[in-house]
């Protein structure tokens, strides 16, 4: 059974700093692409930040470069996105997600699998990261 779990949500300050990691088993991690999508009340899921394992070729969203930070321990089948810098507007619920990595004869994995809702295949419960201001 495919499972990504999301860990490391909470509340932090403004300019503050959080670590979500994501937690994947059921498949091979390193033929998947896997990344967060966030929801902000009233507002559609976005595609954050993704990773393709198989190259490293990872993505970001315009409201978070230079600001997030993704990575991916093959070992540990774990995926981490660190964030710095949080604003208000980063407030959401922060999702995992996975897909196998179909683009990977083009490496846009990551790309596509944080652009198009819809190839995602696997999906985390949530987690809760609120940034007050």
């Known amino acids: 059974e495919v499972q990504v779990v999301e860990s490391g949500g909470g509340l932090v300050q403004t300019g503050g700093s959080l670590v979500l990691s994501c937690a994947a088993s059921?498949?091979?991690?390193?033929?998947?692409?896997i990344g967060w999508f966030r929801q902000a009340p009233g507002k559609e899921r976005e595609g954050v930040s993704c990773?393709?394992?198989?190259?490293?070729?990872?993505y970001y969203a315009d409201s978070v470069k230079g600001r997030f930070t993704i990575s991916s321990d093959n070992a540990k089948n774990t995926v981490t996105l660190q964030m710095n810098s949080l604003k208000p507007e980063d407030t959401a619920v922060y999702y995992c997600?996975?897909?196998?990595?179909?683009?990977?004869?083009?490496?846009?994995?990551?790309?596509?699998?944080?652009?198009?809702?819809?190839?995602?295949?696997?999906w985390g419960q949530g987690i809760q990261v609120t940034v007050s201001s």
């Open positions: 997600v996975a897909s196998p990595d179909r683009w990977a004869t083009w490496n846009t994995g990551s790309y596509y699998l944080c652009r198009q809702r819809s190839e995602v295949d696997y």
């Open positions: 059921g498949f091979i991690f390193e033929s998947y692409a």
């Open positions: 990773i393709s394992n198989h190259d490293g070729i990872t």
